[in-house]
């Protein structure tokens, strides 16, 4: 089965209750209703607008020193009170949440996380190798994403629009490097290179990043290339 465009407008929704809504076409708008009991955190600089009854606070990070000295933020900010939120990251593309159950672990590609529920515990992981070839060769950082509570949402912001595709076991995919956004812990993910041998592309190669299912596994159709260190 081929990947499945995710839904880009929700005019509401709940769970874990947390209501939200996403709207917008070109640069979508993700806005929270928080009702005073449970708390959100985000990426610091997108923030919209929010409602004067809500609390803004500095949450900071695990691993902060390896994250300085990668360059990478070191705090997001936390959203406490009753009233209503909005954020929207500063680039065209697909807003869409994902509804977490206790125990359920994502994997996201750095600075496409956009906000989560305080039930979601976020911690980080360095990837380096040829797997990845997009900072030079020097390895990036994939944001993992755990619901440690009952229920949870992780909010997320891909380029373009976002389709997934769930694999089967043992199933697999080929996707170029710029293009995965997320995938399940069960997903497993390697590199996969083709040599070119003939013609005027002779003695290249094309590397995609392999998947291998079970799981779920999110595209997005604008290159990751285009929008580095937005």
């Not at 609390?55 to 994250?67: A, D, E, V, Y």
């Not at 209503?84 to 593309?93: K, M, P, T």
């Not at 900072?135 to 009952?150: A, M, P, Q, S, Y």
């Not at 094309?206 to 596994?217: A, D």
């Amino acid at each position: 089965m081929k990947p499945k465009l995710l839904k880009s407008l929700v005019e509401s929704e709940k769970f874990g209750d947390i209501s939200y809504q996403i709207g917008g076409e070109l640069v979508p708008v993700l806005s929270i209703q928080l009702d005073g009991q449970k708390g959100v955190y985000f990426e610091h600089h997108i923030m919209l607008w929010k409602d004067t009854s809500i609390n803004i606070g500095i949450l900071p990070m695990k691993g902060t020193l390896k994250r300085l000295f990668a360059g990478m933020q070191i705090f997001v900010t936390k959203a406490e009170g009753e009233g209503e939120i909005a954020f929207s990251r500063d680039g065209a593309g697909h807003i869409f949440a994902i509804h977490m159950k206790c125990g359920e672990e994502l994997h996201v590609r750095e600075h496409q996380f956009l906000a989560a529920t305080e039930d979601i515990d976020y911690t980080f992981e360095r990837v380096q190798g040829i797997s990845n070839m997009l900072l030079g060769g020097t390895g990036f950082f994939i944001d993992k994403f755990r619901c440690v509570g009952e229920e949870g949402i992780l909010w997320l912001h891909g380029y373009g629009n976002v389709f997934e595709k769930k694999l089967e076991i043992g199933e697999q995919i080929d996707v170029e490097p710029g293009a995965w956004l997320y995938k399940d812990l069960s997903v497993g993910m390697q590199t996969n290179i083709t040599k070119i041998s003939t013609g005027i592309f002779a003695a290249s190669n094309i590397m995609m990043n392999r998947f291998t299912g079970p799981g779920r596994i999110g595209i997005q159709s604008m290159s990751l290339y285009m929008n580095e260190g937005k």
